[in-house]
C-alpha cells in the first residue's frame, strides 16, 4: 500500500461499542486498500474508545481521534474531515456499513466522471427487524447513473404518499477533499439534525458535480430514537434561514424548479418549526411564548394546528403503547 491513502473514511462514534466493530470490518473488508479509517469519538462513555484501540492495534490504518466534550455528528465529522490525509472522503455511520466493493465502486466512478461528489443508492436496515432491508430509491427514479442536481435534492428530501422512505438526505456520498476546501464548506456544528442536508446544499450551491449511481452499497440502520428523529425548534429555525437565504440568492433566481423544491422543503420545516417550538413552549409552561408563537402570524397558527392535527394519530398509538414520551416528529 502507498503511504497516501486514495480515501478517508470518516467515523464519528458516540457510545456506538454495539456496532463500531461491524463499521469497522466493513471498511477493512473493501476491495479498495488504500484507505485510512478516522474514528472520531466523541467523548462516549462506554468501551467505544477500547474497541477502537484494540482494532487499531491490528490494522495500522485505524486512526483514533478522541474529542473530550460530546459536540454532536457534525464537530466529530469536521474534525475527522480536517485531519484526512486522502483525496478523497467517505462519510461512514457507527452503526451503518458498506459492501465490500462499495468505494472501489464510487473512486473508478468519481474519477471516470470527474465528479466532486458520488453516492450511491442506500440499503435501510430496520434495527428492530420488523420491516426487510430496501433499497431506499427504486428502481422507478434511479434505474442509471445520472448528475444530481440541486432542485432534485432538496425535492427528494420531502416525503410523498407513494415514496415515503426516500430521503435523500440519508445518502452518504464520498466529498472530493479539494472541493471541500477551496469552497471551505465545513459541517454547521450548531445542528444534530439535518447536519448532512445542509452540508450537501452548500456543496451543490458551489457547483459541485454530483452524481448518482444505482447500486445500493451502503447499509444504513434505522433506528428509533436516532438522531434523525430528534429535531430542536433550534436546529429547525436554522435550516429556515438557511433556505430563506437561498430564496434570495442571485445564484437561485431564474431558476423556476429550484425555488419550487425549496419552497416546498421550507413549508414543511417550517409546520415542524412551529409545532416543536409550540409544544416546547407548552410542556415548559410558558403560556406566553406559545401564545406569542401561535399568534404570530396566521401562517403560524396554521401550521400549528395543522401538524397537531397530524399528530394526533402517533399520540395515540404511543398512548396504547405504553405511554406517550414526547418523541419528535420527523421530518425530511
Given at each position: ?9 470518516v ?19 473493501q ?10 469519538d ?8 477500547a ?27 469536521n ?15 457507527a452503526?451503518?456499513r458498506y459492501?465490500?466493493?462499495?468505494l472501489?465502486t464510487?473512486?473508478r ?17 430496520d434495527?428492530?427487524?420488523?420491516v ?5 430509491i427504486?428502481?422507478t427514479?434511479?434505474?442509471?447513473a ?9 425535492d427528494?428530501n420531502?416525503?410523498t404518499?407513494?415514496l ?19 469552497h471551505?464548506?465545513?459541517?454547521d ?18 457547483g ?8 445500493a ?25 438557511m ?11 431564474g ?5 419550487r423544491?425549496l419552497?416546498r422543503h ?27 408563537l401561535?399568534f ?8 400549528i ?5 397530524r ?6 398509538v ?6 406517550y ?7 425530511r
Open positions: 500500500m502507498s503511504d497516501k491513502p486514495a480515501v478517508s473514511v467515523i464519528p462514534a458516540y457510545n456506538a461499542a454495539a456496532t463500531i466493530g461491524a463499521a469497522l470490518a466493513s471498511v477493512q473488508g476491495t479498495e486498500r488504500r484507505l485510512e479509517i478516522l474514528v472520531v466523541d467523548a462516549s462513555t462506554d468501551s467505544t474508545v474497541t477502537v484501540l484494540d482494532q487499531a492495534a491490528r490494522d495500522p490504518r485505524i486512526r483514533l481521534i478522541r474529542l473530550a466534550i460530546n459536540g454532536g455528528p457534525a464537530v466529530a465529522r474534525r475527522g474531515i480536517a485531519e484526512a490525509c486522502g483525496p478523497w472522503i467517505a462519510l461512514l455511520d452503526d451503518d459492501t465490500p466493493d462499495r472501489a464510487l473512486l466512478f468519481a474519477e471516470t466522471q470527474g465528479a466532486d461528489m458520488v453516492a450511491d443508492n442506500v440499503v435501510l436496515h434495527a428492530a427487524g420488523l426487510p432491508d430496501a433499497s431506499m427504486p428502481r427514479i434511479l434505474s442509471q445520472g448528475r444530481l442536481e440541486m432542485a432534485e435534492f432538496i427528494r420531502v416525503g404518499p407513494d415515503p422512505r426516500v430521503s435523500y438526505g440519508f445518502l452518504k456520498p464520498i466529498i472530493r477533499a479539494a472541493f471541500l476546501s477551496d471551505d464548506i465545513t459541517y456544528e450548531r445542528n444534530r439534525f439535518a447536519e448532512d442536508y445542509m452540508l450537501y446544499v452548500a456543496c451543490l450551491l458551489c459541485a458535480a454530483w452524481w448518482l449511481v444505482p447500486e452499497m451502503y447499509l444504513y440502520t434505522v433506528r428509533k430514537g436516532s438522531l434523525t428523529e430528534v429535531q430542536s425548534s433550534e436546529d429547525l429555525m436554522r435550516i429556515r434561514q433556505e430563506a437565504d437561498l430564496l434570495n440568492n442571485p445564484l437561485v433566481a431558476k423556476p424548479d429550484l425555488i423544491a419552497r421550507k413549508s414543511v420545516i417550517d409546520r415542524c418549526y412551529y409545532y416543536r417550538a409550540f409544544t416546547d413552549a407548552v410542556k415548559a409552561r410558558t403560556p406566553a411564548a406559545a401564545a406569542r401561535f404570530e402570524s396566521p401562517l403560524s397558527a396554521r401550521l394546528v395543522s401538524e397537531s392535527l399528530q394526533i394519530p402517533l399520540i395515540l404511543k398512548v396504547v403503547r405504553g405511554g414520551r414526547g418523541d419528535k416528529p420527523v421530518v
